[in-house]
């Protein structure tokens, strides 16, 4: 299957960049309409679908583009050696944004480590490197230990301290072991735990093989009917395993659980059986519009977006008694004055989004692609 009959993945990936951009950039943390929040602990929400989105369709662009260089006879010591240098430089992005503004200079000394690249490079690491040198019998083996193994040390290990297991936030195993290994460094919001914490990052690996897997099907199925109906079937299978394991091991996305892993997988994977049916098959796709561009472009848009918004939190400007960030005074006055207090915190957010998707289309235009 070629770059002309997998549209549907771009379209896919570009969609969720601007979601990931519309969650992340509210006007108002403290005004947000229910589908752009997260869920506070176990549960699901629209807005917790978005990063396991964007990690399934990197497994699934894994699984196609890895099939293509081994069809090319390339080196596997060539391809692994890139696997690891682009993982390098998406770590390293991610603690360039967690370090930025690098001043004062204690800033660096307690700088978060994990974060949402951080996961994306560590989650691409494992599975391409699992794609590479094992076949789909030893990833299934992997697969089945990261989802039992990490329920098994969440739902049956004492946390020390506490006693017994317990999935409450801070006090679980995963938050435990941030604790010991990145004491310091973690979320400033929680300082005890890390949503993008070590175990739950190796979870979100699982998230990844089952899009390679996803990848697989649209290949093996060809130009034909048969690779959507494998995918949306497959999704189904997927999501009622997930909500089966719900009452025993909680949808979580700051736990990462099994059941989040096979629920939003699920999901994932009807949403790109029915794009590939419509863009692939069908050759519908001029509604797309600007999906693509972003989906081509998408960890540049990410990084420079979420570059961006912390420029406009530290730039201060005159404002009230005292200075305020440029975020603030243009949220203030060219937003709430002539929208209520929910409306102009989505709008803030559909403008950022309209703002990126205006660059990255242009990039597209130009034949741009930032690549790693």
């Not at 560590?122 to 039992?148: D, H, K, M, N, S």
């Not at 519908?284 to 693509?292: E, L």
């Not at 009230?320 to 060219?334: A, K």
Request: overall charge positive; proline content about 5%.
């Amino acid at each position: 299957m070629d770059n002309a009959r997998t549209g549907s993945v771009d379209v896919f990936r570009g969609i969720t960049v601007v979601l990931m951009i519309l969650v992340n950039n509210p006007g108002s943390w403290s005004h947000i309409y229910a589908p752009l929040r997260h869920a506070s602990w176990n549960g699901l929400l629209p807005a917790d679908l978005v990063f396991p989105f964007f990690i399934f369709i990197m497994g699934v662009s894994i699984g196609l583009s890895m099939c293509a260089r081994l069809a090319r006879l390339q080196e596997k010591s060539a391809i692994a050696a890139h696997i690891l240098r682009r993982s390098a430089i998406l770590f390293v992005l991610g603690l360039i944004l967690n370090g930025f503004p690098f001043w004062p200079a204690e800033r660096i000394l307690e700088i978060r480590i994990p974060g949402v690249l951080q996961r994306i490079a560590v989650v691409y690491c494992i599975t391409a490197l699992l794609c590479l040198y094992a076949g789909a019998r030893l990833q299934a083996v992997v697969l089945a230990l990261l989802l039992f193994g990490y329920w098994a040390l969440c739902a049956l290990v004492p946390v020390p301290g506490i006693g017994r297991p317990a999935l409450d936030p801070g006090q679980n195993i995963a938050a435990w072991v941030d604790r010991m290994l990145l004491d310091g460094h973690l979320w400033k919001v929680t300082q005890t735990w890390d949503p993008e914490g070590i175990l739950s990052t190796v979870s979100a690996a699982g998230t990844c093989i089952l899009g390679v897997w996803a990848g697989r099907i649209m290949i093996a199925a060809g130009e034909g009917h048969a690779g959507t109906l494998r995918l949306a079937a497959g999704g189904l299978v997927l999501s009622a395993l997930g909500l089966a394991w719900h009452p025993f091991f909680p949808i979580n996305k700051g736990l990462w659980t099994g059941s989040y892993v096979l629920c939003t997988a699920g999901i994932a994977a009807v949403c790109l059986a029915l794009l590939h049916e419509i863009i692939d098959i069908r050759r519908i796709s001029r509604w797309a519009g600007p999906f693509p561009a972003m989906g081509l472009n998408a960890l540049a848009a990410f990084f420079l977006s979420s570059l961006a918004a912390r420029v406009m939190n530290i730039v201060r400007i005159p404002g009230g008694d005292g200075t305020v960030s440029l975020q603030f005074y243009l949220y203030e006055h060219f937003f709430t004055p002539f929208l209520g207090p929910y409306s102009a915190s989505l709008a803030w957010a559909l403008m950022n989004a309209a703002v990126w998707l205006t660059i990255m289309g242009f990039l597209y235009q130009k034949k741009m692609f930032i690549r790693l």
